[in-house]
């Protein structure tokens, strides 16, 4: 073991140079390394995961309620638009979250191990990038995640209320608050590596749910009662063109991840390898949950699909009562998973400020200032989840924003300014393009979802019962 030495802003702890710390990115080229932890990755990033619970991580992080989106994206995009779009994005995306993690191995083994999404932009593009920019970037992603957990839970529990009390006189922003109680609760879990049994179950729902949203759409579909279908794009031409950028949006949300450092991190040496075995967890669970779901979904309802496809299968009043209420306990748990996994990077983030990394992690001065931290950014996501229920628009907005920025534009820039491949290379160009392109959706798609909260604020009000 190494030798700790104690001081007043962070752990240092000098390790050998074995050749699994040589592998993890520990030791530079000198025969030891001081690898210098602040309190938010001593106590919330533990290295202490498998490439298995890096797969239940990222699945949770990226697969979530925000799918039974896709079958509205597919409503303003059509049927090719919408195939395109969702099989384009999920190649871009796995292909610029491995590039993150060659990145982030890269410099492991350079000595400067990167354990924050922060901390590549302070080391590639400079701390300004890192304070001003993508630091604040992705603590709005991943506290409007957290804003969206409460909101989607308690569409949930609604949908069960009115299951059993069609005249039940309760409403949504009290379904939202029990949510957020729980929530709270969960919020006090220490770490991204006490998630792993959680995330694990949380794969296992998301899959379930996709399946019976699938199946209760194709249900639906064969109906004698089924719906008249149209498949035509609904709007004059300038409604038409805005859809399309909100429908990329909404597309290019469903596969966000930006905390894929992060989730690095909690992975044990030798890291080498393992994240590229969780990605290929994850997006084996992405293959089969989106496409069944935006296909089906589609099909059933065309351009009547509503925001969330369950609030279409809910509506026909055709599948059975038990059929709804299992499916609707899927997403409610499942996203308390979603929600909590979001916490971390800004628990990981309140640690740093207020925590003491030479005190034990659960001695009174931590863990008071956790437990107040903790409550209350989870008290403020869910009055704002209440008053702001907008959730298809909230998810276009957020996916123009920041996860377009994190997900397909800084992997691409990270990866050519460390590597600096050959400028005549087809990587650099692609990468290049890549990045380019996002650029120009981030703005365009920031101007169509901002157009559709103005345009449904119109219907809406603080505490809305929809």
Not at 341 to 359: G, H, R
């Amino acid at each position: 073991m190494g030798t700790v030495l104690h001081n007043h802003s962070s752990v240092t702890v000098e390790m050998p140079a074995s050749a699994s710390d040589k592998e993890n990115g520990y030791v530079s080229n000198t025969t030891s390394n001081t690898q210098e932890l602040d309190a938010g990755a001593l106590f919330v990033l533990k290295s202490r995961g498998s490439w298995l619970h890096s797969g239940y991580h990222l699945t949770t992080s990226i697969v979530g309620p925000a799918l039974l989106t896709l079958p509205f994206s597919f409503r303003l995009l059509g049927w090719v638009g919408g195939v395109v779009c969702l099989t384009l994005s999920g190649l871009v995306t796995f292909y610029s979250y491995n590039l993150l993690s060659a990145v982030l191995d890269h410099h492991a083994q350079m000595g400067r191990r990167q354990v924050r999404f922060r901390d590549m932009a302070r080391d590639i593009l400079g701390p300004n990038w890192a304070k001003y920019f993508v630091g604040p970037l992705q603590f709005a992603l991943c506290f409007g995640a957290v804003i969206g957990g409460p909101l989607v839970g308690g569409q949930s529990l609604k949908f069960i209320y009115i299951l059993y009390h069609p005249t039940g006189t309760m409403k949504l922003y009290q379904f939202i608050i029990i949510c957020g109680v729980v929530t709270l609760g969960l919020a006090q879990l220490p770490s991204f590596h006490s998630l792993r049994h959680f995330n694990l179950v949380s794969l296992i729902l998301c899959l379930a749910y996709s399946v019976c949203a699938a199946a209760g759409s194709i249900y639906i579909g064969h109906s004698k009662d089924a719906p008249i279908r149209s498949y035509s794009i609904n709007g004059n031409h300038v409604d038409q063109m805005f859809g399309v950028f909100n429908g990329i949006s909404i597309i290019a949300t469903t596969y966000a991840c930006g905390i894929i450092p992060e989730i690095q991190a909690t992975i044990a040496a030798p890291v080498k390898g393992k994240m590229f075995k969780g990605l290929c967890v994850c997006y084996a669970v992405i293959a089969t949950s989106y496409f069944i779901v935006a296909i089906s979904g589609y099909w059933a309802f065309g351009n009547i699909t509503n925001a969330t496809i369950m609030a279409n299968l809910m509506g026909e009043a055709l599948l059975p009562t038990w059929f709804l209420v299992m499916t609707n306990m899927f997403i409610l748990v499942q996203v308390l998973a979603v929600t909590v996994i979001y916490l971390q990077p800004t628990n990981e983030l309140f640690e740093t400020w207020f925590a003491d990394p030479t005190k034990g992690e659960f001695s009174a001065r931590n863990v008071i200032p956790r437990l107040i931290s903790r409550s209350l950014s989870v008290v403020v996501a869910t009055l704002l989840g209440a008053m702001l229920p907008f959730f298809s628009d909230i998810m276009a907005l957020f996916g123009a924003f920041g996860c377009i920025p994190l997900d397909f534009i800084l992997p691409m820039v990270f990866f050519n300014l460390t590597f600096k491949p050959p400028k005549h290379s087809l990587i650099f160009w692609g990468n290049t393009l890549i990045a380019l392109a996002s650029s120009v959706l981030v703005g365009i798609g920031a101007i169509a979802s901002v157009r559709q909260i103005v345009l449904d604020a119109k219907t809406y009000s603080l505490f809305a019962d929809h």
